[in-house]
């Protein structure tokens, strides 16, 4: 059985959120941005950064597939369920839970290009620059983490975890 142990606890991922939103607020006040969300694994992160922002923006998700059940990212991205809201001429915000190799937001940047937004930048809570594959831009990052999976906070393995409050690795208990 895989026993998750904690690396980034509940507190300090709450001061983190609002030191990202008051950075965002500063930048997108007044600007009605449009945070897009890549779901499932950014939904908790999400929640809790329009509540610190307190300020008038929208949300929408987009639902992509590359892990399926494996902590390996299968390489080949798919959108399974695309935007409900135009987002010609907005600011976009991308707000992700974790950047391992690229791969995901990248696809998920050109699918946002092609559909001419004013600007689009990008959040992330938990980065993991050893797993890069390709460059992306990251404009408002919280974590860097080691080459480790990671759940909690949202994100799973294979399912489970995601609703840990804290940050956790996965550790071999026999
Ligand atoms: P990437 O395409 O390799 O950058 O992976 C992006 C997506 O894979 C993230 O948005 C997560 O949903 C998932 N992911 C990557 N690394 C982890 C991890 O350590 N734990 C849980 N999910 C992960
Ligand atoms: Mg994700």
């Avoid at 991205?77 to 950047?99: A, F, K, M, Q, S």
């Amino acid at each position: 059985m895989d026993e998750p142990r904690v690396i980034i606890p509940r507190e300090k991922i709450q001061r983190k959120v609002e030191e990202l939103a008051a950075e965002i607020r500063r930048d997108y006040l007044s600007k009605n941005p449009l945070l897009v969300g890549a779901l499932k694994g950014s939904f908790v992160f999400m929640s809790d950064l329009v509540r610190s922002l307190d300020m008038p923006l929208e949300i929408d998700f987009v639902k992509m597939s590359s892990y399926g059940a494996s902590t390996q990212t299968s390489g080949s991205v798919r959108i399974r369920h695309g935007l409900g809201t135009p987002v010609r001429n907005r600011h976009v915000l991308v707000v992700e839970d974790i950047i391992d190799s690229g791969l995901t937001l990248r696809h998920l940047l050109d699918y946002l290009d092609r559909r001419k937004p004013l600007t689009v930048r990008v959040c992330t809570l938990f980065d993991k620059p050893s797993g890069r594959r390709v460059e992306v831009p990251i404009h408002y990052a919280g974590f860097t983490v080691p080459g480790r999976f990671v759940v909690g906070y949202g994100l799973d393995c294979g399912e489970r975890f995601r609703y840990l409050p804290d940050l956790c690795v996965l550790e071999e208990q026999n």
